[in-house]
Protein backbone atom coordinates (compact mmCIF):
# COMPACT_ATOMS: atom_id res chain seq x y z
CA UNK A 1 0.00 0.00 0.00
CA UNK A 2 1.15 3.39 -0.98
CA UNK A 3 1.67 5.77 1.75
CA UNK A 4 3.06 8.34 0.26
CA UNK A 5 1.31 11.72 0.63
CA UNK A 6 2.32 15.50 0.89
CA UNK A 7 2.69 17.41 3.90
CA UNK A 8 0.04 19.73 3.86
CA UNK A 9 -2.38 16.95 3.25
CA UNK A 10 -0.96 14.41 6.34
CA UNK A 11 -0.90 17.16 8.49
CA UNK A 12 -4.68 18.26 7.64
CA UNK A 13 -5.69 14.74 7.54
CA UNK A 14 -4.26 12.75 10.54
CA UNK A 15 -4.35 16.29 13.06
CA UNK A 16 -7.15 17.96 14.94
CA UNK A 17 -7.53 21.22 17.15
CA UNK A 18 -7.13 19.74 20.78
CA UNK A 19 -4.81 17.06 19.98
CA UNK A 20 -2.05 15.91 21.74
CA UNK A 21 0.89 15.37 19.25
CA UNK A 22 4.32 13.99 19.74
CA UNK A 23 7.65 16.04 17.66
CA UNK A 24 10.37 13.83 18.89
CA UNK A 25 13.87 13.61 17.34
CA UNK A 26 16.68 14.33 20.13
CA UNK A 27 19.31 16.80 18.28
CA UNK A 28 18.99 14.71 15.33
CA UNK A 29 16.07 13.76 12.79
CA UNK A 30 13.80 16.22 14.03
CA UNK A 31 10.68 16.81 12.55
CA UNK A 32 10.83 20.59 11.85
CA UNK A 33 8.80 21.32 8.55
CA UNK A 34 5.97 18.82 9.82
CA UNK A 35 6.20 21.44 12.86
CA UNK A 36 6.01 24.49 10.72
CA UNK A 37 3.49 22.94 8.15
CA UNK A 38 1.10 23.00 11.56
CA UNK A 39 1.81 26.87 12.14
CA UNK A 40 0.64 27.10 8.48
CA UNK A 41 -2.44 25.51 9.14
CA UNK A 42 -3.53 27.57 12.09
CA UNK A 43 -3.90 24.32 14.30
CA UNK A 44 -4.66 25.41 18.14
CA UNK A 45 -4.99 23.94 22.10
CA UNK A 46 -2.80 21.50 20.75
CA UNK A 47 -0.64 19.55 23.48
CA UNK A 48 3.11 19.06 22.48
CA UNK A 49 4.81 16.25 23.61
CA UNK A 50 9.20 16.51 23.00
CA UNK A 51 11.25 15.41 25.47
CA UNK A 52 14.24 17.84 24.77
CA UNK A 53 12.53 21.02 23.47
CA UNK A 54 14.28 23.16 20.30
CA UNK A 55 13.38 26.05 18.01
CA UNK A 56 10.49 24.41 16.82
CA UNK A 57 8.72 24.64 20.88
CA UNK A 58 9.40 28.54 21.12
CA UNK A 59 7.65 28.79 17.03
CA UNK A 60 4.64 26.88 18.08
CA UNK A 61 4.16 28.50 21.30
CA UNK A 62 4.39 32.06 19.37
CA UNK A 63 2.06 31.21 17.01
CA UNK A 64 -0.34 30.53 19.36
CA UNK A 65 -0.41 26.11 18.57
CA UNK A 66 -0.22 25.33 22.04
CA UNK A 67 -2.19 24.95 25.23
CA UNK A 68 0.77 22.61 27.05
CA UNK A 69 3.54 21.31 26.85
CA UNK A 70 4.90 17.57 28.11
CA UNK A 71 8.60 17.60 28.34
CA UNK A 72 11.92 16.72 30.57
CA UNK A 73 14.09 19.54 29.58
CA UNK A 74 13.31 23.13 27.87
CA UNK A 75 16.63 24.90 26.94
CA UNK A 76 17.21 25.12 23.51
CA UNK A 77 19.31 22.42 22.97
CA UNK A 78 23.14 23.48 24.23
CA UNK A 79 22.37 27.04 22.25
CA UNK A 80 20.42 28.95 24.85
CA UNK A 81 17.12 29.73 26.17
CA UNK A 82 13.86 29.46 24.60
CA UNK A 83 12.37 32.90 25.83
CA UNK A 84 9.01 32.80 24.45
CA UNK A 85 8.57 29.69 26.31
CA UNK A 86 10.31 31.14 29.59
CA UNK A 87 8.10 34.49 28.83
CA UNK A 88 4.83 31.65 29.24
CA UNK A 89 6.09 29.95 32.40
CA UNK A 90 7.87 32.84 34.30
CA UNK A 91 5.10 35.51 33.62
CA UNK A 92 2.25 33.55 32.30
CA UNK A 93 3.00 36.33 28.83
CA UNK A 94 0.91 36.25 26.89
CA UNK A 95 -0.97 33.38 28.98
CA UNK A 96 0.10 30.58 31.41
CA UNK A 97 0.64 27.45 29.72
CA UNK A 98 -0.13 23.91 30.99
CA UNK A 99 3.61 22.38 31.59
CA UNK A 100 3.34 18.59 32.65
CA UNK A 101 7.35 18.39 33.34
CA UNK A 102 9.51 14.81 33.76
CA UNK A 103 12.87 13.80 33.53
CA UNK A 104 14.04 12.39 30.51
CA UNK A 105 13.84 8.64 32.40
CA UNK A 106 10.34 9.41 33.04
CA UNK A 107 9.66 10.49 29.08
CA UNK A 108 11.33 7.08 28.11
CA UNK A 109 9.13 5.35 30.76
CA UNK A 110 6.10 7.34 30.07
CA UNK A 111 6.53 6.27 26.01
CA UNK A 112 7.19 2.69 26.48
CA UNK A 113 3.92 2.44 28.26
CA UNK A 114 2.56 3.77 25.39
CA UNK A 115 3.71 1.77 22.85
CA UNK A 116 3.61 -1.22 25.40
CA UNK A 117 -0.51 -0.39 25.47
CA UNK A 118 0.49 -0.46 29.21
CA UNK A 119 -1.53 2.32 31.80
CA UNK A 120 2.17 3.02 33.45
CA UNK A 121 5.74 2.09 34.23
CA UNK A 122 8.03 1.86 36.95
CA UNK A 123 11.00 4.09 37.33
CA UNK A 124 13.59 4.00 40.48
CA UNK A 125 14.97 7.23 39.75
CA UNK A 126 12.11 9.78 42.20
CA UNK A 127 12.77 9.25 44.95
CA UNK A 128 13.10 12.53 47.30
CA UNK A 129 13.04 14.73 44.14
CA UNK A 130 10.90 17.52 43.86
CA UNK A 131 9.62 17.15 40.66
CA UNK A 132 7.58 14.15 41.92
CA UNK A 133 6.35 17.11 44.28
CA UNK A 134 5.41 19.08 41.41
CA UNK A 135 3.80 16.75 39.62
CA UNK A 136 0.76 14.66 40.76
CA UNK A 137 1.01 12.32 38.06
CA UNK A 138 4.32 10.65 39.50
CA UNK A 139 2.72 8.44 41.97
CA UNK A 140 3.87 5.73 43.70
CA UNK A 141 2.71 2.36 44.01
CA UNK A 142 3.49 -1.27 46.22
CA UNK A 143 5.62 -3.75 44.55
CA UNK A 144 3.32 -6.27 44.29
CA UNK A 145 6.36 -8.88 44.47
CA UNK A 146 7.54 -7.64 48.40
CA UNK A 147 9.78 -4.63 47.52
CA UNK A 148 9.88 -1.02 48.55
CA UNK A 149 7.16 1.33 47.00
CA UNK A 150 8.19 2.24 43.42
CA UNK A 151 7.61 5.24 41.17
CA UNK A 152 5.26 4.55 38.61
CA UNK A 153 4.34 7.37 35.77
CA UNK A 154 1.41 7.19 33.08
CA UNK A 155 1.33 6.34 29.43
CA UNK A 156 2.11 8.51 27.07
CA UNK A 157 -0.40 7.72 23.95
CA UNK A 158 -0.38 10.99 21.61
CA UNK A 159 -3.18 11.46 19.12
CA UNK A 160 -0.70 11.81 16.34
CA UNK A 161 3.47 10.87 16.98
CA UNK A 162 5.69 12.72 13.87
CA UNK A 163 9.07 11.82 13.19
CA UNK A 164 11.77 12.99 10.89
CA UNK A 165 14.32 9.98 9.30
CA UNK A 166 16.77 9.59 6.61
CA UNK A 167 14.47 7.14 4.45
CA UNK A 168 11.31 5.19 3.97
CA UNK A 169 9.69 3.10 0.91
CA UNK A 170 6.41 4.06 -0.18
CA UNK A 171 5.06 1.74 2.40
CA UNK A 172 6.56 2.82 4.98
CA UNK A 173 9.19 0.96 6.42
CA UNK A 174 11.51 3.43 7.88
CA UNK A 175 15.41 3.40 8.41
CA UNK A 176 17.07 5.48 10.37
CA UNK A 177 20.71 5.57 11.94
CA UNK A 178 22.94 7.99 14.16
CA UNK A 179 21.18 8.98 17.36
CA UNK A 180 18.14 7.35 17.02
CA UNK A 181 16.39 8.74 20.64
CA UNK A 182 12.79 7.92 22.04
CA UNK A 183 11.26 7.80 17.99
CA UNK A 184 10.58 4.00 17.84
CA UNK A 185 8.75 4.08 21.04
CA UNK A 186 7.35 7.63 20.22
CA UNK A 187 6.25 5.69 16.88
CA UNK A 188 4.26 2.69 18.55
CA UNK A 189 3.00 5.39 21.06
CA UNK A 190 0.75 7.26 18.56
CA UNK A 191 -2.65 6.55 17.77
CA UNK A 192 -1.94 7.52 14.28
CA UNK A 193 1.86 8.54 13.00
CA UNK A 194 3.42 10.64 10.16
CA UNK A 195 6.74 10.12 9.06
CA UNK A 196 8.70 12.63 7.26
CA UNK A 197 12.17 11.46 5.57
CA UNK A 198 15.11 12.87 3.39
CA UNK A 199 14.18 11.13 0.36
CA UNK A 200 11.67 7.97 -0.86
CA UNK A 201 13.73 4.59 -1.91
CA UNK A 202 12.92 1.36 -3.71
CA UNK A 203 11.61 -0.88 -1.26
CA UNK A 204 14.46 -3.30 -2.24
CA UNK A 205 17.12 -0.58 -0.90
CA UNK A 206 15.05 -0.99 2.62
CA UNK A 207 15.10 -5.07 2.54
CA UNK A 208 18.86 -5.19 1.61
CA UNK A 209 19.14 -3.82 5.18
CA UNK A 210 16.13 -5.13 7.14
CA UNK A 211 17.98 -4.05 10.47
CA UNK A 212 18.11 -0.90 9.99
CA UNK A 213 14.30 -0.19 9.74
CA UNK A 214 13.08 1.71 13.01
CA UNK A 215 9.61 1.72 12.52
CA UNK A 216 7.81 -1.19 9.99
CA UNK A 217 5.52 0.03 7.28
CA UNK A 218 2.11 -0.90 9.33
CA UNK A 219 2.67 1.55 12.16
CA UNK A 220 2.71 4.18 9.85
CA UNK A 221 -0.05 6.25 8.28
CA UNK A 222 1.45 8.81 5.98
CA UNK A 223 5.23 9.15 4.53
CA UNK A 224 5.95 12.05 3.77
CA UNK A 225 9.54 13.37 1.39
CA UNK A 226 10.85 16.26 2.64
CA UNK A 227 14.47 17.17 2.00
CA UNK A 228 16.04 19.24 4.71
CA UNK A 229 12.88 18.45 6.62
CA UNK A 230 15.53 18.43 10.00
CA UNK A 231 16.91 21.82 9.56
CA UNK A 232 18.62 23.65 11.99
CA UNK A 233 19.13 20.11 13.39
CA UNK A 234 21.51 17.32 11.75
CA UNK A 235 20.39 14.35 9.83
CA UNK A 236 23.08 11.80 9.60
CA UNK A 237 24.65 11.19 6.59
CA UNK A 238 23.02 14.14 4.68
CA UNK A 239 23.48 17.42 6.70
CA UNK A 240 25.20 18.95 9.08
CA UNK A 241 23.52 20.94 12.29
CA UNK A 242 23.06 24.79 12.01
CA UNK A 243 24.13 25.92 14.91
CA UNK A 244 24.25 29.73 13.93
CA UNK A 245 20.62 29.30 13.22
CA UNK A 246 19.85 28.05 16.71
CA UNK A 247 22.26 30.28 18.63
CA UNK A 248 20.26 32.97 16.72
CA UNK A 249 16.95 31.80 17.66
CA UNK A 250 17.59 32.14 21.22
CA UNK A 251 19.03 35.79 20.95
CA UNK A 252 15.74 36.76 18.68
CA UNK A 253 13.36 35.27 21.04
CA UNK A 254 14.01 37.44 23.98
CA UNK A 255 11.78 40.05 22.23
CA UNK A 256 8.48 38.57 21.44
CA UNK A 257 7.38 41.07 18.73
CA UNK A 258 10.43 39.36 16.92
CA UNK A 259 8.86 36.49 17.31
CA UNK A 260 5.60 37.07 15.53
CA UNK A 261 7.42 38.57 12.97
CA UNK A 262 9.68 35.94 12.37
CA UNK A 263 6.87 33.83 11.96
CA UNK A 264 5.00 35.57 9.63
CA UNK A 265 7.60 36.46 7.16
CA UNK A 266 9.25 33.19 7.22
CA UNK A 267 6.32 30.50 8.48
CA UNK A 268 2.94 32.14 7.41
CA UNK A 269 4.86 34.20 4.56
CA UNK A 270 5.89 30.82 2.69
CA UNK A 271 3.35 28.58 1.35
CA UNK A 272 5.65 25.07 1.69
CA UNK A 273 9.32 24.05 3.24
CA UNK A 274 10.83 24.59 0.07
CA UNK A 275 9.92 28.50 0.07
CA UNK A 276 11.13 28.34 3.47
CA UNK A 277 14.46 26.74 2.91
CA UNK A 278 13.95 29.08 -0.14
CA UNK A 279 14.06 32.36 2.16
CA UNK A 280 17.42 31.31 4.16
CA UNK A 281 19.38 31.76 0.75
CA UNK A 282 20.85 29.53 -1.37
CA UNK A 283 24.01 29.55 -0.41
CA UNK A 284 23.26 29.16 4.06
CA UNK A 285 23.45 25.47 3.38
CA UNK A 286 27.37 25.12 1.97
CA UNK A 287 28.21 25.48 5.93
CA UNK A 288 26.02 22.10 6.68
CA UNK A 289 27.63 20.04 3.64
CA UNK A 290 29.39 16.83 5.28
CA UNK A 291 31.65 14.23 3.68
CA UNK A 292 30.46 10.75 3.15
CA UNK A 293 31.62 8.01 5.87
CA UNK A 294 29.94 4.79 4.64
CA UNK A 295 29.73 1.65 6.82
CA UNK A 296 30.79 -1.87 5.24
CA UNK A 297 28.28 -4.11 4.63
CA UNK A 298 26.89 -6.55 6.30
CA UNK A 299 26.56 -10.25 5.16
CA UNK A 300 22.62 -11.28 5.55
CA UNK A 301 23.79 -14.52 3.88
CA UNK A 302 20.95 -16.85 2.74
CA UNK A 303 20.22 -20.50 2.32
CA UNK A 304 22.51 -22.32 0.09
CA UNK B 1 27.20 32.22 24.82
CA UNK B 2 26.38 28.60 24.13
CA UNK B 3 29.00 26.60 22.88
CA UNK B 4 30.78 27.43 25.94
CA UNK B 5 27.85 24.96 27.68
CA UNK B 6 29.55 22.50 28.96
CA UNK B 7 29.05 20.79 31.48
CA UNK B 8 25.86 17.91 31.37
CA UNK B 9 22.56 17.01 31.42
CA UNK B 10 20.00 19.11 32.97
CA UNK B 11 23.07 21.09 33.92
CA UNK B 12 23.24 23.21 31.26
CA UNK B 13 21.08 24.96 33.70
CA UNK B 14 24.19 26.30 35.12
CA UNK B 15 25.50 27.59 31.84
CA UNK B 16 21.94 29.54 32.29
CA UNK B 17 22.75 30.76 35.31
CA UNK B 18 26.27 31.74 34.47
CA UNK B 19 25.44 32.98 31.14
CA UNK B 20 22.86 35.64 31.83
CA UNK B 21 20.38 35.44 34.46
CA UNK B 22 20.73 34.47 37.91
CA UNK B 23 24.89 34.93 38.15
CA UNK B 24 26.76 37.25 36.60
CA UNK B 25 30.75 38.52 36.57
CA UNK B 26 32.17 35.34 37.35
CA UNK B 27 35.82 33.51 36.18
CA UNK B 28 35.07 31.99 33.01
CA UNK B 29 38.13 32.80 30.97
CA UNK B 30 39.74 34.83 33.10
CA UNK B 31 43.02 33.83 35.07
CA UNK B 32 42.17 32.26 38.97
CA UNK B 33 43.93 33.06 41.65
CA UNK B 34 45.43 30.35 41.78
CA UNK B 35 46.81 30.46 38.59
CA UNK B 36 48.00 34.12 38.76
CA UNK B 37 49.86 33.59 42.08
CA UNK B 38 51.32 30.31 40.09
CA UNK B 39 52.64 32.83 38.18
CA UNK B 40 50.97 31.04 34.69
CA UNK B 41 48.49 31.27 32.68
CA UNK B 42 45.91 29.03 33.58
CA UNK B 43 42.66 29.84 33.09
CA UNK B 44 39.68 28.56 35.31
CA UNK B 45 38.56 25.91 32.52
CA UNK B 46 41.68 24.27 32.40
CA UNK B 47 42.11 24.28 36.22
CA UNK B 48 38.84 22.22 36.35
CA UNK B 49 39.85 20.31 33.60
CA UNK B 50 42.55 18.46 35.06
CA UNK B 51 41.30 18.17 38.27
CA UNK B 52 38.27 16.64 37.20
CA UNK B 53 40.55 14.34 35.11
CA UNK B 54 42.65 13.89 37.82
CA UNK B 55 39.73 12.56 39.93
CA UNK B 56 38.83 9.64 37.06
CA UNK B 57 41.78 7.52 37.98
CA UNK B 58 40.14 4.13 38.31
CA UNK B 59 37.52 4.45 36.96
CA UNK B 60 36.23 3.27 33.62
CA UNK B 61 32.44 4.06 32.37
CA UNK B 62 31.37 7.80 32.82
CA UNK B 63 28.82 9.72 31.98
CA UNK B 64 29.21 13.08 30.86
CA UNK B 65 27.98 16.26 28.60
CA UNK B 66 29.80 18.00 25.69
CA UNK B 67 32.63 20.31 26.64
CA UNK B 68 34.33 20.32 29.64
CA UNK B 69 33.29 16.94 30.61
CA UNK B 70 34.71 14.95 27.71
CA UNK B 71 37.89 17.09 27.92
CA UNK B 72 38.69 16.07 31.21
CA UNK B 73 37.79 12.37 30.23
CA UNK B 74 39.79 12.86 27.02
CA UNK B 75 42.73 14.23 29.85
CA UNK B 76 41.95 11.13 31.57
CA UNK B 77 42.55 8.72 28.92
CA UNK B 78 45.79 10.42 27.76
CA UNK B 79 47.08 10.32 31.72
CA UNK B 80 45.70 8.38 34.71
CA UNK B 81 42.87 6.03 33.19
CA UNK B 82 43.82 5.10 29.65
CA UNK B 83 40.47 2.63 29.23
CA UNK B 84 38.27 5.16 30.44
CA UNK B 85 34.94 5.64 28.03
CA UNK B 86 32.22 8.04 28.17
CA UNK B 87 28.84 7.20 27.58
CA UNK B 88 26.57 10.50 25.82
CA UNK B 89 23.06 10.78 27.07
CA UNK B 90 22.56 10.33 23.13
CA UNK B 91 23.08 6.92 23.76
CA UNK B 92 26.84 7.12 22.04
CA UNK B 93 29.49 4.96 23.62
CA UNK B 94 33.11 5.06 22.48
CA UNK B 95 33.47 7.83 20.11
CA UNK B 96 36.55 9.48 18.49
CA UNK B 97 35.33 12.42 16.99
CA UNK B 98 38.03 13.75 14.87
CA UNK B 99 37.25 17.32 16.50
CA UNK B 100 35.49 18.25 19.84
CA UNK B 101 32.20 17.82 19.92
CA UNK B 102 29.51 20.95 19.94
CA UNK B 103 26.97 18.98 21.96
CA UNK B 104 26.11 15.69 23.39
CA UNK B 105 23.34 15.29 20.06
CA UNK B 106 26.19 16.34 17.84
CA UNK B 107 26.35 13.80 14.59
CA UNK B 108 30.33 14.21 14.61
CA UNK B 109 30.01 11.46 17.69
CA UNK B 110 28.70 8.85 15.50
CA UNK B 111 31.03 8.37 12.79
CA UNK B 112 33.85 5.82 14.08
CA UNK B 113 31.63 5.17 17.51
CA UNK B 114 31.46 2.10 19.48
CA UNK B 115 27.76 1.89 19.55
CA UNK B 116 24.22 4.00 19.34
CA UNK B 117 21.94 3.13 21.69
CA UNK B 118 18.71 4.32 21.36
CA UNK B 119 17.23 5.90 24.93
CA UNK B 120 15.20 3.14 25.86
CA UNK B 121 18.90 1.35 26.06
CA UNK B 122 20.18 4.15 27.54
CA UNK B 123 18.10 5.40 30.27
CA UNK B 124 16.79 1.58 30.98
CA UNK B 125 19.84 -0.48 30.61
CA UNK B 126 22.75 2.00 31.12
CA UNK B 127 21.46 4.56 34.09
CA UNK B 128 18.96 2.37 35.73
CA UNK B 129 20.87 -0.22 35.16
CA UNK B 130 23.96 0.98 37.17
CA UNK B 131 26.40 0.73 34.46
CA UNK B 132 28.04 4.13 35.30
CA UNK B 133 30.96 4.52 37.50
CA UNK B 134 30.94 8.44 37.28
CA UNK B 135 28.36 10.47 36.00
CA UNK B 136 29.36 14.64 35.44
CA UNK B 137 26.73 16.83 36.50
CA UNK B 138 26.44 20.62 36.83
CA UNK B 139 23.76 22.50 38.74
CA UNK B 140 22.21 26.08 38.84
CA UNK B 141 22.23 25.47 43.27
CA UNK B 142 24.08 22.89 45.24
CA UNK B 143 23.87 22.41 49.00
CA UNK B 144 25.71 20.74 51.81
CA UNK B 145 24.97 16.86 50.85
CA UNK B 146 25.18 17.25 46.86
CA UNK B 147 21.28 18.02 46.03
CA UNK B 148 21.16 19.82 43.09
CA UNK B 149 18.96 21.73 41.44
CA UNK B 150 18.93 22.84 37.66
CA UNK B 151 15.09 23.47 37.51
CA UNK B 152 13.69 27.09 38.76
CA UNK B 153 15.07 29.85 40.52
CA UNK B 154 12.56 31.51 43.01
CA UNK B 155 9.98 30.66 45.33
CA UNK B 156 6.62 29.94 43.39
CA UNK B 157 7.52 27.15 41.31
CA UNK B 158 4.86 27.63 39.02
CA UNK B 159 6.04 31.20 38.13
CA UNK B 160 9.53 31.02 38.83
CA UNK B 161 12.05 34.42 38.92
CA UNK B 162 14.14 32.10 36.59
CA UNK B 163 13.26 28.99 35.09
CA UNK B 164 16.09 26.73 33.99
CA UNK B 165 16.45 23.80 31.61
CA UNK B 166 14.72 21.10 34.00
CA UNK B 167 16.24 17.62 35.01
CA UNK B 168 17.13 16.48 31.68
CA UNK B 169 18.65 12.60 32.53
CA UNK B 170 20.14 14.36 35.79
CA UNK B 171 17.77 12.80 38.09
CA UNK B 172 18.73 9.25 35.91
CA UNK B 173 22.16 10.33 36.33
CA UNK B 174 22.10 10.92 40.12
CA UNK B 175 20.06 7.81 40.86
CA UNK B 176 21.89 5.13 38.75
CA UNK B 177 25.47 6.45 38.37
CA UNK B 178 27.78 5.02 41.44
CA UNK B 179 29.37 8.08 42.25
CA UNK B 180 28.77 11.78 40.97
CA UNK B 181 31.30 14.13 40.06
CA UNK B 182 29.70 18.03 40.59
CA UNK B 183 31.77 20.78 38.17
CA UNK B 184 31.23 24.54 39.44
CA UNK B 185 32.74 27.23 37.57
CA UNK B 186 31.90 29.57 39.83
CA UNK B 187 31.76 28.98 43.75
CA UNK B 188 29.51 31.63 45.01
CA UNK B 189 26.60 31.42 48.25
CA UNK B 190 24.38 31.89 45.50
CA UNK B 191 25.41 28.27 44.01
CA UNK B 192 26.28 27.33 47.40
CA UNK B 193 23.24 27.38 49.27
CA UNK B 194 21.69 26.33 52.94
CA UNK B 195 18.45 25.46 50.62
CA UNK B 196 17.49 24.50 47.46
CA UNK B 197 14.74 26.55 45.56
CA UNK B 198 14.04 23.26 43.63
CA UNK B 199 15.55 19.54 44.27
CA UNK B 200 15.64 18.21 41.16
CA UNK B 201 18.00 15.39 41.63
CA UNK B 202 18.23 14.23 45.10
CA UNK B 203 21.37 12.55 47.19
CA UNK B 204 20.75 8.94 48.58
CA UNK B 205 20.34 11.21 51.87
CA UNK B 206 17.52 13.04 50.22
CA UNK B 207 16.45 10.13 48.78
CA UNK B 208 16.38 8.24 52.23
CA UNK B 209 14.12 10.70 54.07
CA UNK B 210 11.67 10.58 51.59
CA UNK B 211 8.88 8.08 51.97
CA UNK B 212 8.01 6.22 48.54
CA UNK B 213 9.58 5.01 45.91
CA UNK B 214 13.33 2.97 45.05
CA UNK B 215 16.90 3.84 47.08
CA UNK B 216 19.40 5.57 44.33
CA UNK B 217 21.94 2.75 43.56
CA UNK B 218 24.85 5.47 43.70
CA UNK B 219 26.81 7.53 46.34
CA UNK B 220 25.46 10.78 45.05
CA UNK B 221 27.92 13.88 44.95
CA UNK B 222 31.37 12.49 45.78
CA UNK B 223 33.55 15.12 44.36
CA UNK B 224 32.85 18.89 43.74
CA UNK B 225 35.67 20.82 41.78
CA UNK B 226 35.23 24.84 41.66
CA UNK B 227 37.36 27.67 41.00
CA UNK B 228 38.26 27.46 44.35
CA UNK B 229 39.15 24.32 45.71
CA UNK B 230 38.00 20.56 45.64
CA UNK B 231 35.04 19.43 48.38
CA UNK B 232 34.83 15.39 48.88
CA UNK B 233 31.93 13.32 50.75
CA UNK B 234 31.89 9.88 50.91
CA UNK B 235 28.96 8.29 53.45
CA UNK B 236 25.03 8.62 52.80
CA UNK B 237 24.84 10.98 55.90
CA UNK B 238 28.74 12.61 55.32
CA UNK B 239 28.64 16.66 54.36
CA UNK B 240 30.67 18.12 51.91
CA UNK B 241 33.75 18.94 53.28
CA UNK B 242 36.39 20.99 52.13
CA UNK B 243 39.32 19.06 51.26
CA UNK B 244 41.15 20.74 49.14
CA UNK B 245 41.87 24.68 47.74
CA UNK B 246 44.08 25.70 44.98
CA UNK B 247 47.09 26.97 45.24
CA UNK B 248 47.10 30.71 46.33
CA UNK B 249 43.21 30.59 47.67
CA UNK B 250 42.72 30.98 51.24
CA UNK B 251 40.28 28.76 52.87
CA UNK B 252 38.79 30.83 54.99
CA UNK B 253 37.56 32.64 51.45
CA UNK B 254 36.10 28.96 50.72
CA UNK B 255 34.09 29.11 53.14
CA UNK B 256 33.02 33.10 52.86
CA UNK B 257 31.89 31.71 49.62
CA UNK B 258 29.62 29.02 50.83
CA UNK B 259 26.31 29.53 51.67
CA UNK B 260 26.76 27.06 55.17
CA UNK B 261 28.90 26.47 57.67
CA UNK B 262 31.57 24.43 54.88
CA UNK B 263 33.08 21.72 56.94
CA UNK B 264 37.03 21.66 56.30
CA UNK B 265 39.10 19.19 56.67
CA UNK B 266 41.52 18.89 59.56
CA UNK B 267 44.06 17.98 56.88
CA UNK B 268 43.35 20.45 54.10
CA UNK B 269 45.66 20.18 51.33
CA UNK B 270 47.03 22.61 48.14
CA UNK B 271 46.33 21.51 44.80
CA UNK B 272 48.73 20.38 42.62
CA UNK B 273 48.77 22.90 39.56
CA UNK B 274 48.19 21.70 36.28
CA UNK B 275 51.67 20.08 34.76
CA UNK B 276 53.41 21.27 31.94
CA UNK B 277 52.31 18.06 30.14
CA UNK B 278 48.75 18.13 31.30
CA UNK B 279 48.64 21.70 29.24
CA UNK B 280 50.39 21.01 26.27
CA UNK B 281 47.92 17.60 25.73
CA UNK B 282 44.83 20.33 26.90
CA UNK B 283 46.02 23.24 24.37
CA UNK B 284 48.22 21.09 21.38
CA UNK B 285 46.03 18.10 21.12
CA UNK B 286 42.82 17.96 22.58
CA UNK B 287 41.22 21.23 22.16
CA UNK B 288 43.82 23.16 20.36
CA UNK B 289 41.29 25.97 18.60
CA UNK B 290 40.48 26.22 21.68
CA UNK B 291 36.37 25.48 22.00
CA UNK B 292 35.99 24.84 25.20
CA UNK B 293 38.94 26.02 27.29
CA UNK B 294 38.30 29.74 26.86
Not at chain 1, 24 to 35: C, N
Not at chain 2, 91 to 103: E, I
Request: with cysteine.
Amino acid sequence: MDKTMGLRQAISTYLSDGDTVALEGFGHIVPVAAAHEIIRQGFTDLVLARMSCDVIVDQLLGANCLKGLISSFIANSSAGSLHELRRRIEKSDPEPLWFDEYSHGGMVARYQAGASKLPFQPIASYRGSDLAAKNPQIKSVPDPYGGPDIHVVPALNPDLSIIHAQRADRHGNVQAWGMLGIQTEAAFAGRRLIVTVEEIVDEAVIRSDPNRTIVPAHVVDAVVVIPRGSHPHSVQGYYDRDDEFSRQWSALARDAGAVQNWIEAHIRGTNDHDEFLAALGSDHFERMAIHDAYSTPVNYGGRA
Amino acid sequence: MTLSAHDTIGAQAREETAGSEAARGGAAGSETAASKSAGSQVTSSELLTVHSARALAGRNVVFAGHGLPTLAVSLAQHTVAPDVEIVYESGVTGARPPVMPRSISDSILVPGAASVMPMTHLFNYVLQGQRIDVGFLGAAQVDRYGNLNSTLIGEDWEHPDSRLPGSGGAIEAMAGAAEIFLVMRRHTPRTFVESLDFVTSPGPKKAAEAKAGAMPAGAGVTHVITDLGIMTRFARDEELTLTAVHPGVDPAEVVRQTGWNLKVSPGIETTQPPTPSELALLRETLDPTRIYLR
